[in-house]
């Protein structure tokens, strides 16, 4: 007979000391109670309010009815907790949603729910006072759940005030919800308990400190078999209309609105403590005034790294850089013009490039030579291989990444072993003639190495054998060195994916893009090829557009957790894109990776930030910002030696 497993025991919490009778809890108070509190004991001393589904609901509708947020404005939950408000803003369809909180333990129980129900929120730990986002970045700032009003300093809570202003866009909102101080004074519990769980009861007493500003708490939580496991003390800031309105004024908000009052659920219907009552607060961003710099204000030195117009590039039309490609470059010399907080200076001249990075002092360089050393698309991994020997930080992925996904047939292998569905295909190798070929048509044919859709025009899908045989020969003699891949033909629905960040610090996804072949020429395959890209009289140039995906919410989620996981696996870095395409019974599928997308201003990347009410200058300065978060980057002394070269206009 086996045997039986035993169940095991949960892991009991150790023993702590008890003070015992304490005459005066604010003599007891640590300044920065806040540090150590919010931690598991906390999830399950205040579960009955703070894990409760409807109180989250109700805070969440008062959130969008107090500030006029769509689904891809940009939302702060300040002080997030273990994400509940993030979470449910996520499942109600609000795609740009950032959680920041002190607690490393609430941060990360906040990562694994959102993992787990597939939801995409940034969750990032930071301080309140300088949660070191960008500034005008947000649309929203909510700050809930009893959250303002922890510091022993009164000055300290001005300072959040002041970097949540800083925070916001100047059309923002600040929504507040914080404990009724004047209710509270006169109503609160001197002392309570109560069972927490089966094994778990918690004491509390409470008393106003001597200014009254502040009322303080005590809980000893005790364990029915190993007695007192905590005795903690916590303490918040009582605030009146009246007052809050006074702080929100002095630190620049305006027209501040009081919607009422919040009174908690509690799943025990006991103890609710300073979340019994809570006033509701929300007001407008504060017109900040242009900062005058005291002294010099130290940018950070930017180097932009491109393509060299002077020399062939056998992708573009014609073989050269053209009018709308050195227009292109002005567009994006116009949008880094616009960020604040950075200097740039650029360079183009592939002749004289490393000893230029060799004598560069620079802060860091802008990668955004996608045409690879000399125009030659096989060495773009080249040029973050020569910074990274010299060793310069960049944006954008390195060498291994885009050797990576330079080979579509490796990425395919990647996608599979991540359960990302991928089209059929065959592998065929250079020169090799004896090659077993699919009988299932339409197909496509591509070579397995490249990007700039090279080889993939609208003769490479093909409906028979004979055709597949004679663009299978075409490309041969185009591109002799390289493997085919004969592909399934796609038929379904074509979209992108782009994700700016990293996984360490966040990845936060663009709205999905959706190709629109609607007035494509019926006769013409619908593929997304080189005439698309490069040939400005073409149908596909011309007859196909871009729209934000109508894909159903999970479906999205769906292309967003894929893209995540490939994003993570394949070394990507700041940004990149990833393209799916649905078969004829709708199952979405890998197309490919482009870890150092197109960066132009009417490129499919900046055509999906448009779609979240993004500046082109805002997605350049997104993807500056996530490589300055990963590399830790701070100014350094001004630069020495500056070797800056313009483009050839």
Not at 238 to 261: A, S, W
Not at 410 to 427: I, Y
Not at 532 to 558: C, F, G, I, N
Request: hydrophobic fraction near 40%; charged fraction near 30%.
């Amino acid at each position: 007979m086996a045997a039986v497993a035993k169940a095991k025991r949960p892991r009991r919490p150790s023993p702590r000391s008890c003070l015992g009778p304490v005459g005066d809890l604010e003599a007891h108070l640590p300044a920065e109670w806040w540090r150590k509190l919010f931690n598991a004991l906390y999830v399950k001393t205040d579960g009955d309010v703070v894990e409760n589904v409807e109180n989250t609901r109700r805070d969440v509708d008062f959130i969008l009815s107090a500030a006029p947020v769509q689904a891809h404005s940009q939302i702060l939950d300040l002080c997030c907790g273990q994400g509940r408000h993030c979470l449910e803003l996520a499942r109600r369809g609000f795609k740009n949603v950032t959680g920041v909180d002190r607690s490393r333990y609430l941060v990360r129980l906040a990562k694994k729910r959102a993992q787990n129900e597939g939801l995409q929120v940034v969750f990032k730990e930071g301080d309140a006072r300088n949660p070191r986002l960008p500034e005008s970045s947000f649309d929203c700032v909510a700050v809930m759940g009893n959250s303002f009003g922890y510091f022993s300093n009164k000055q300290d809570d001005e300072k959040v005030l002041a970097s949540i202003g800083k925070l916001l866009r100047p059309s923002g909102q600040l929504v507040l919800d914080i404990t009724d101080g004047a209710y509270m004074a006169d109503h609160f519990e001197r002392r309570s308990w109560e069972w927490i769980d089966e094994h778990h009861f918690v004491c509390r007493e409470r008393s106003l400190s001597a200014d009254r500003d502040r009322l303080i708490s005590r809980e000893v939580i005790v364990h029915d078999e190993m007695g007192v496991i905590a005795d903690q003390f916590y303490a918040e800031r009582l605030y009146t209309p009246e007052t809050i309105r006074k702080l929100l004024e002095k630190t620049g908000f305006r027209n501040t609105r009081h919607h009422g009052n919040a009174e908690a659920l509690s799943d025990r219907d006991q103890d609710l403590g300073m979340m019994a009552r809570r006033l509701l607060i929300s007001a407008d961003a504060p017109h900040l005034p242009a900062r005058k710099p005291k002294g010099k204000v130290q940018q950070l030195d930017i180097t932009v790294l491109m393509g060299d117009p002077r020399l062939p590039d056998e992708v573009k039309r014609g073989g050269v850089f053209n009018p709308e490609d050195l227009d292109t470059i002005r567009r994006l010399k116009d949008a880094l013009s616009e960020l604040p907080g950075y200097k740039f200076r650029y360079l183009d001249n592939h002749a004289t490039l490393e000893r230029d990075l060799s004598d560069l002092r620079t802060d860091l360089v802008f990668n955004l030579c996608d045409e690879g050393f000399n125009n030659d698309p096989f060495k773009e991994l080249h040029v973050p291989a020569m910074l990274e020997a010299l060793g310069i930080p960049y944006t954008g992925a390195g060498p291994a990444a885009l050797a990576a996904c330079y080979d579509k047939g490796l990425v395919r292998a990647v996608a599979m072993t991540l359960d990302v569905p991928v089209p059929l295909e065959t592998h065929v190798r250079p020169g090799d003639q004896g090659a077993t070929l699919p009988s299932v048509f339409p197909a496509l044919l591509k070579p397995c190495y490249g990007d700039s859709s090279e080889g993939i025009t609208k003769d490479a899908v093909v409906t028979n054998e004979k055709a597949l045989l004679d663009y299978l020969e075409k490309l041969r003699v185009a591109f002799p060195k390289r493997p085919i891949l004969v592909q399934e033909y796609l038929t379904g629905g074509e979209y992108s994916v782009t994700l700016v960040g990293n996984p360490d610090q966040g990845l936060r996804a663009l709205p999905v893009l959706e190709v629109d072949y609607s007035q494509l020429d019926p006769k013409l395959p619908k593929i997304l090829g080189y005439e698309s890209k490069w040939e400005p009289d073409s149908a596909y140039w011309t007859q196909v557009r871009y729209r934000e995906a109508e894909l159903p919410e999970l479906q999205q989620q769906q292309l967003v957790e894929h893209s995540a996981r490939l994003f993570e696996r394949l070394g990507c870095k700041d940004y990149a894109r990833f393209d799916f395409r649905a078969d004829a019974k709708g199952e979405l599928k890998l197309l490919e990776v482009n870890p150092n997308p197109g960066w132009c201003w009417d490129g499919k990347v900046n055509l999906m930030a448009g779609f979240a009410g993004m500046r082109y200058s805002e997605l350049l300065g997104q993807i500056l910002a996530a490589a300055v978060e990963r590399l830790s980057i701070i100014a350094k002394a001004p630069a020495q030696v500056v070797a800056q070269t313009e483009a050839a206009q």
